[in-house]
């Protein structure tokens, strides 16, 4: 089913606060927090019951798990939910179980069967070989349990209609597939692969190229860019660690979780401008990692000189690129009066301011 399912939310973990916290600390936090979602509940039952924890700040989460799966589900808390979309292009890494044999209306374990057919005459071999060409860009037809919306329409919506829809294929990065076990009809697989990848269609694709069919019969998220199953909390782990108050030192700070984007600095007057949405010319700006080579068109991070992120950028798609432009960092801060001034007034705009004014 999609992460947009319905799961009965537990009204005793919604509507037990933490007692003895201040307000203003629980809305005082932010950042991302790598949370171990159970089976049985969507992504959005996570966030709504961590509303009911945090009483305070605003929560979101960046990555939907199917209501059956488990592992890793990133959670945004209070500004941290500004930055969703720049967190959806991390990669994931799976350990999934394949059931070769049987289809499925979901293509997974919770939908009807609907087809079954023997395994018997597959061996290792094939099974491996098989497995290893879905490895690398491949095309994946979205399933209908899914919140891919077509016609600005979810198709798991048509689904439950009893409804089919055209769809078109779409091309996929698996980055790596592993077998890990073989267990008669049951596959264990290591997969890593970037975002819009559906493991269960994965599935059903492998157990079609073998002639038999399949489905996704179990799924863990092990791993969501830097965040790990190894240290995911539980919704539990949470409330204990609310009620000693250190609930904070779980939370990943937005600069760290943005790290893979490069970071630009401005000076103190620059920043203000920065934290009321203006646009920061070129000339204004001094890249922390090198020169602004390559940046073109790029999300960036704005700091200040002291190093806090205060908004998220994009650099204009001219003019900050070697390629298109002669001047060098120090030459674009300095300004210009030699014919090329239009380009040096080139701005980085502002996407999302990070810090309150």
């Known amino acids: 089913m999609a992460g947009d399912g319905t799961t009965a939310v537990h009204p005793e973990v919604l509507n037990t606060p933490v007692m003895g916290l201040g307000q203003a600390g629980l809305g005082a936090m932010e950042g991302v927090l790598n949370v171990n979602k159970e089976s049985g509940w969507t992504s959005h ?39 969703a979309e720049y967190l959806l292009e991390w990669d994931k890494e799976y350990r999934a179980v394949l059931r070769l044999g049987e289809t499925t209306d979901t293509q997974d374990a919770t939908g009807t069967v609907l087809t079954v057919r023997p395994t018997d005459g597959l061996t290792e071999a094939v099974i491996r070989s098989t497995i290893a060409r879905f490895q690398g860009r491949v095309k994946q037809l979205p399933p209908m349990y899914s919140a891919v919306k077509v016609g600005g329409v979810p198709l798991y919506r048509a689904a439950r209609a009893g409804r089919r829809v055209e769809r078109d294929l779409r091309e996929v990065s698996v980055h790596a597939i592993e077998v890990l076990s073989i267990a008669g009809r049951d596959i264990s697989l290591r997969v890593c692969c970037a975002k819009g990848t559906y493991v269960r269609t994965l599935c059903a694709d492998i157990g079609e ?53 490069p970071a630009l600095e401005v000076d103190e007057a620059t920043a203000v401008r920065v934290l009321h949405g203006v646009p920061v010319p070129l000339r204004a700006i001094r890249a922390t990692g090198g020169g602004l080579e390559g940046l073109a068109g790029r999300p960036v991070r704005l700091k200040d000189r002291t190093g806090r992120l205060l908004a998220l950028g994009r650099v204009p798609a001219e003019g900050a690129d070697a390629s298109a432009s002669p001047w060098t960092a120090g030459q674009l801060r300095q300004g210009a009066s030699d014919g090329r001034a239009k380009e040096a007034d080139q701005a980085v705009a502002i996407l999302k301011v990070l810090v309150e004014v």
């Not at 539980?234 to 779980?250: H, P, Y």
């Open 45 to 83: 039952d996570v966030v709504a019951k961590l509303r009911g924890l945090l009483r305070g700040p605003k929560v979101g989460h960046a990555g939907t798990l199917d209501p059956a799966a488990t592992g890793v589900l990133p959670v945004l808390v209070g500004r941290g939910t500004r930055i």
């Open 209 to 261: 190229a073998l002639g038999v069919g399949g489905h996704l019969l179990a799924l863990e998220r092990r791993r969501v860019g830097p965040l790990a199953i190894e240290r995911a909390l539980t919704i539990e782990d949470i409330r204990a660690r609310l009620l000693l108050g250190k609930l904070s030192e779980d939370l990943i700070p937005l600069d760290q979780a943005l790290a893979w984007l």
